[in-house]
Antibody, heavy 121, light 108 residues
Framework: EVQLVESGGGLIQPGGSLRLSCVAS????????MSWVRQAPGKGLEWVSV???????YYAGSVKGRFIISRDNSKNTLYLQMNNLRAEDTAVYYC???????????????WGKGTTVTVSS | EILLTQSPGTLSLSPGERATLSCRAS???????LAWYQQKPGQSPRLLMY???SRATGISDRFSGSGSGTDFALTISRLEPEDFAVYYC?????????FGQGTRLEIK
């Protein structure tokens, strides 16, 4: 069964760091594009970051320079290192498998259940 | 960045009725690269449609998508109780990918 399971969320003070993990089963992370998408409380979806199968990464402007996406092929796991966290980063963070289009664009066909990050003092 | 505006914000209908949800883009979406997702309370989003009109695996044929350029629609032909949820469109024709703000489909 194809599945994504996120972990690592929690309550963190502004300026702090947190690392989210996403363990995949039923497919190989490094053979797919993989994204992080977040959803602030009561709000819509916001794409955060993507890692292409070849290792290229991109970020939303709101997190560029603060967040780092990476993967561990031996663990079939995707990560999101979040630094210098702000109150506006408070959200449920979803890991998603992407369907690549023309080697650049993508949409999400498999989603995890999400992990909650709360940034507050 | 392409801005997607979904309307209406909330749609109140009864089971058995037909629902039409709109997604309008601030500029043309290349090659009709638009997806639709369904999200129920406390759940993660689920892919319904891609390439504007192609149904994802396992999605009922009561769901259909249409449109091109800047105007897209998701139609649910006969609403079932399980269809009441929030629906999001997403464009993947330009970078960065962007989502609409969502339409809440509620039981009247």
């Amino acid at each position: 069964e194809v599945q994504l399971v996120e972990s690592g969320g929690g309550l963190i003070q502004p300026g702090g760091s947190l690392r989210l993990s996403c363990v995949a089963s039923g497919f190989t992370v490094n053979s797919n594009y993989m994204s992080w998408v977040r959803q602030a409380p009561g709000k819509g979806l916001e794409w955060v970051s993507v890692m292409y199968s070849g290792g290229v990464t991109y970020y939303a402007g709101s997190v560029k320079g603060r967040f780092i996406i990476s993967r561990d092929n031996s663990k079939n796991t995707l990560y999101l290192q979040m630094n210098n966290l702000r109150a506006e980063d408070t959200a449920v963070y979803y890991c998603a498998r992407d369907v690549a289009v023309n080697n650049y664009y993508f949409y999400m066909d498999v989603w995890g259940k999400g992990t909650t990050v709360t940034v507050s003092s | 960045e392409i801005l997607l505006t979904q309307s209406p914000g909330t749609l109140s209908l009864s089971p058995g009725e037909r629902a039409t949800l709109s997604c309008r883009a601030s500029q043309s979406v290349n090659s009709g690269r638009l997806a639709w997702y369904q999200q129920k309370p406390g759940q993660s989003p689920r892919l319904l449609m891609y390439d504007a009109s192609s149904r994802a695996t396992g999605i009922s044929d009561r769901f259909s998508g249409s449109g091109s350029g800047t105007d897209f629609a998701l139609t649910i032909s006969r609403l079932e109780p399980e269809d009441f949820a929030v629906y999001y469109c997403q464009q993947y024709g330009s970078s960065p990918v962007t989502f609409g703000q969502g339409t809440r489909l509620e039981i009247k």
